[in-house]
């Protein structure tokens, strides 16, 4: 949230631009949405490669077999995605709700 935050605000004169041109709060909204899934999704792609490449070298030097369960596997990418959208959702509402005018004097 504190990243989309700051994302927000670094590109308030952006936002404003976009506004006075005529886009929708809708627009501005989904774009902060997709962007904050996008960032969250990358985040659990690595989270898993991590988790399996630490999971394999566990259990080698254990001597258990590890198999992860490709459900298991989509379902923390999933929840990865979802708290993108949950935590992405206040900073990409406050974009939606600037006023063109302000937005364009920020700075």
Do not use: H, W
């Amino acid at each position: 949230m504190n990243i989309m935050t700051v994302s927000v605000t670094e590109r308030t004169r952006e936002i404003g631009t976009r506004k006075a041109l005529g886009a929708p709060g809708s627009a501005i909204r989904l774009q902060f949405i997709t962007e904050s899934m996008v960032l969250c999704l990358i985040g659990g792609i690595i989270g898993v490669v991590l988790g399996m490449l630490l999971g394999n070298v566990a259990s080698s030097l254990m001597g258990y077999a590890a198999k992860p369960d490709i459900g298991i596997i989509l379902l923390a990418v999933s929840f990865s995605m979802g708290i993108g959208v949950f935590f992405g959702y206040y900073p990409a509402s406050k974009a939606a709700k600037l006023d063109p005018i302000e937005a364009l004097r920020y700075e």
